[in-house]
T-cell receptor, first 118, second 110 residues
Framework: GAGVSQSPSNKVTEKGKDVELRCDPI?????LYWYRQSLGQGLEFLIY????????KSGLPSDRFSAERTGGSVSTLTIQRTQQEDSAVYLC????????????????FGEGSRLTVL | DAKTTQPPSMDCAEGRAANLPCNHS???????VYWYRQIHSQGPQYIIH???NNETNEMASLIITEDRKSSTLILPHATLRDTAVYYC???????????FGKGTKLSVKP
């Protein structure tokens, strides 16, 4: 499809296990964002990738969280030794940044990956 | 980025205009005002953004005060499908990050 694709859509895991969440951004989009949303809460920024620049990791809640973006396209968010408080919907978004100009700000979001840690 | 203040909730009658306010009194000259909304169980959706001038698109209108310290998102004819949480965000144009606040929960009622 033409939109942001995330997988898996649902993931149930046991406390202490590692999980990987995948995001396929819109083709050609240079910026990629990860957010998470706990039940009934707002969106919490996690990490932001822009082209070949160093990612903005300022939102990662602990060193158990990491993310990679390979080849400037697909991104994987990894959560090690999952805890129950990690249960949330993890949302990925991408946007197209025009070189030399301001980012238009239009982020296109995927449907999210719902993570449940038992 | 400058912070924004929005009412936690609002009601609107179907077919009426919904006017959602946002205060951003510490906004800087190079910061844009963005609006997104999130319908239940979906990812957020971009609505509109602006710098100084009022903006209009097929979804909504954005009215920014002359001093840029506040703005209003207008949905001219609200429908039940417009029930969502609406987020007002200010951000520097060259900065990639987008920080969401708590937003306004708009309930459109028949």
């Amino acid at each position: 499809g033409a939109g942001v694709s995330q997988s898996p859509s649902n993931k149930v895991t046991e406390k202490g296990k590692d999980v990987e969440l995948r995001c396929d951004p819109i083709s050609g989009h240079t910026a990629l964002y990860w957010y998470r949303q706990s039940l009934g809460q707002g969106l919490e920024f996690l990490i932001y990738f822009q082209g070949n620049s160093a990612p903005d990791k300022s939102g990662l809640p602990s060193d158990r969280f990491s993310a990679e973006r390979t080849g400037g396209s697909v991104s994987t968010l990894t959560i090690q030794r999952t805890q129950q408080e990690d249960s949330a919907v993890y949302l990925c978004a991408s946007s197209l940044r025009k070189a030399g100009g301001p980012n238009t700000g239009e982020l296109f979001f995927g449907e999210g990956s719902r993570l449940t840690v038992l | 980025d400058a912070k924004t203040t929005q009412p936690p909730s609002m009601d609107c009658a179907e077919g009426r205009a919904a006017n959602l306010p946002c205060n951003h009194s510490t906004i800087s000259g190079n910061e844009y005002v963005y609006w997104y909304r999130q319908i239940h169980s979906q990812g957020p959706q971009y609505i509109i953004h602006g710098l100084k001038n009022n903006e209009t698109n097929e979804m909504a209108s954005l009215i920014i005060t002359e001093d840029r310290k506040s703005s209003t998102l207008i949905l001219p004819h609200a429908t039940l499908r417009d029930t969502a949480v609406y987020y007002c965000i200010v951000r520097r144009g060259s900065q990639g990050n987008l920080i969401f606040g708590k937003g306004t929960k708009l309930s459109v009622k028949p």
